[in-house]
């Protein structure tokens, strides 16, 4: 699918990737991690064709650089930092469909299933969009066609809980048919999306290893706490999180989603002290569906969640 | 050619929402408002009168405002959103960089040439509506050098930005660029020929390969057909083109000038890294 033969590129005197070999499988989900400068970015640019370079890199035996057109119309691309385009939003999507042979109305529904309603931004410039709003247009962009190969760069950095579930179900939907670059500073911001994770550093790649984890990305946990007294910050990282107090704020109640839960136990430990019981539990998709109502506005009341 | 047209489209839409573009536009059709506001119509120069004085002074400013305006609109837009990573993220989309390149300079091409022809035609109108009589012929030929003008700077500017790797450094060549343009105007040149340094063979073609000052003759040939305020290169010019083919020169060196540096900034973008 990917292949990176002695991939190697320079910036003046500095080597910022060092004779990078690689080969990358159909339904691959990797995790590229390192820290700055590690040579991620770089990698990433010259897979998409955007750097010259040493070295061969092909997807699909076709080069990203040659064959632009053929190549980038397979690739979903989310960057890290969404570009400062003064272009309505109107204009964004139907410039992005009309290069990608995609029916704006997919990444609409796209938009909307990420919780982002399109119709009364659609005149807004990009730039003027909040940082969540624009993530998740790009990321209904990259999603919106046939793409064969997705690289996202920190794609959930600026989500809220209740889209990073639902971005990660939309992932779920096209594991099977897509390769996936997911690219992280922090292994445990993507640990449970991938299936193989690569570390750079130094513009070499220094480990390359695979990951087994049962718990599929459309898996969803549920979980419920019992504090010792109520706290305004900890009120507030729970409804962050879509959980409902079912005890007069001293027991919390809501669903996690399984790509997440590492995320979500991080945060947990910022409040170990006030935590008298904890319990997060593998949740069928049926009792998920009874515990759904956690998202604001329905709030799930007297459902014990699990365990 | 759907790329390339989409292309145009997005530099165009993004060119009408930014600054530049406003205060651009307020300027030359602000230029026209003036002249006809001090009876510019009515003055009198070298035996022009009405829109055919109003066009002569306005296409001398032209010629001082576009140049400089284009080059640095063009060098800020071009290698500024490279550098705040536009690129990285619209051409990894799939477009072809000929219709990326191409696309961008046509978009930007109507954006910059439209308010000054628009100006033009907006004196037309209300010479019309005064019932001043228009000088067609001239009309024609002004329109035909601005046009020309315009893309010569524009192709200049997108070599410009795709040398130049920040947008400080694309503004200094630029400003750099057109400062030199400035400094080898006749005048400067004449004063050269006065230390006899040079042949008036040599200032006259330093001189001619200069489009602003292309630009500068064309404009006066058109109502001093023999030159005369060029002092003695106006015989060097006219022996090599004569009246109507110095006109012609006018026209074709600097378009040529502006695509050959336009396809040499395309050649240069699709060698090197994009974003």
Known sequence: MISFS??????????????????????????????????KTTLIRCLLGEYTFDGEVRINGRDPRQERTAVLGAIGFVPQLPPPLKMPVAQ?????????????????????????????????????????????????????????????????????????????????????????????????????????VIEMDMGKVVLDDRVADDVSLSGQFACRISIKRSEAAFIKAMGAWNFSDIGNGLEWAGVVPGPDRLRFMGMTSRYVALISDFSLAE??????????????????RGQAAAN | MKQLWLTAKLDIVESLRARWFQIYTLVFGGIVALLFLFGLTESRVLGFIGLSRLLVTYIQLTMAILPIFVLITTVRSVAGDREAGVYEYLL?????????????????????????????????????????????????????????????????????SALARSTDMAQGAAFLVWLTLLLFLDLILLGVM???????????????????????????????????????????????FGVTGYKVFALAYPTVLGIGAATLGYQLFRRGDLP
């Open chain 1, 6 to 39: 002695n991939v190697s590129k320079s910036f003046r005197k500095a080597r910022v990737l060092d004779d990078i070999s690689l080969d990358i499988g159909l339904s691959e989900r990797v995790a590229l991690i390192g820290s700055n400068g590690a040579g």
């Open chain 1, 92 to 196: 964004l999507i139907d410039f992005s469909a009309a290069l990608c042979g995609t029916d704006p109305a997919r990444i609409h529904q796209l938009a909307q299933r990420l919780g982002l309603d399109l119709t009364p931004i659609l005149v807004r410039p990009f730039v003027k969009l909040s940082g969540g709003m624009k993530q998740k247009l790009l990321i209904a962009i990259a999603l919106g066609r046939e793409a064969k190969v997705l690289v996202m760069d920190e794609p959930a950095a600026n989500l809220d809980p209740e889209a990073r579930k639902i971005f990660f179900e939309l992932l779920a939907e096209r594991q099977e048919d897509v390769t996936m670059l997911i690219s992280s500073h922090r292994l445990n911001e993507v640990s449970a999306l991938v299936n193989r």
């Open chain 1, 283 to 300: 949740a069928e998709l049926k009792e998920v569906g009874a515990a759904a109502p956690c998202v604001p506005g329905n709030p799930l």
């Open chain 2, 92 to 160: 990894s989309l799939p477009v072809s960089l000929a219709a990326w390149f191409w696309g961008k300079i046509l978009g930007r091409y109507i954006v910059i040439f439209l308010p000054v022809f628009g100006a033009m035609v907006l004196a037309v109108l209300i010479a019309l509506l005064r019932g001043i009589e228009v000088p067609w012929g001239m009309f024609g030929y002004y329109t035909a050098l601005l046009a020309v003008m315009a893309a010569c700077f524009l192709g200049l500017g997108m070599l410009i």
């Open chain 2, 194 to 240: 006065i230390q006899g340094k040079v042949t008036p063979e040599v200032a006259v073609t330093v001189a001619l390969a200069n489009p602003l000052q292309v630009f500068r003759t064309a404009a006066l040939a058109l109502f001093d057909p023999q030159l005369i305020v060029l002092g003695p290169s106006a015989y060097v010019i006219l022996d090599l």
